[in-house]
């Protein structure tokens, strides 16, 4: 059990007996009145998003939850194909799991997938990623202008701004929960 004043986004609970995980959570105080958390609710069946207002003392259930390595393969017309580090199966999901990050997903890439019972959760890549820039214009020369960004296509597929300094062929870092580019990958 836990309380509902300690819920953050991507915990996983029972409510009204369907499992829920938590979007968004805010800790509400105004003045004289009690306080409560209002929160965010997603179905983890069906999807959908509910608004649930909680006492601070209010006791919700977790659910058992594991997490598996996997690494990814492909993606075909019915998902993306992943296969379980330790016995080799093969699964396939649906891309939504991912939410933005599916963007700097690439071959091989380790994946932590959470899940209850049948259930897939979440998918998770690292926080972390290093990619190669495929296409960026070049440095223009006397351009000394401090945080000025230029967009760089990488070899996942998705863009992102970079500093003038980086070039076709480069790796960089690039944080995958906000997808910025961190710096150049050593």
Do not use: W
């Amino acid at each position: 059990m836990i309380k509902a004043v300690d819920l953050r986004k991507g915990r996983a609970v029972v409510y009204e007996g369907d499992i829920y995980t938590v979007h968004e959570s805010q800790h509400v105080a105004k003045g004289n009145k009690r306080s409560y958390m209002q929160t965010k609710l997603k179905n983890i069946k069906s999807g959908v998003m509910r608004e649930v207002r909680f006492t601070v003392d209010e006791r919700l259930e977790i659910p058992f939850i594991e997490s598996k390595e996997y690494e990814y393969l492909y993606q075909d017309a019915s998902g993306y194909v992943l296969m379980e580090s330790v016995t080799f199966e093969q699964i396939t999901i649906n891309g939504e799991l991912f939410g933005d990050a599916v963007k700097f997903l690439t071959e091989n890439q380790k994946i932590t997938l959470t899940q209850c019972g049948e259930q897939m959760i979440s998918a998770e890549l690292p926080f972390v990623v290093e990619l190669t820039v495929t296409d960026t214009t070049p440095a223009i020369k006397g351009a000394t202008a401090t945080n000025q960004l230029k967009e760089a296509i990488l070899d996942s597929g998705a863009k992102i701004r970079v500093p003038p300094f980086v070039e076709n062929g480069e790796r960089v870092r690039v944080d995958t929960r906000t997808g910025e580019y961190m710096d150049r990958a050593k």
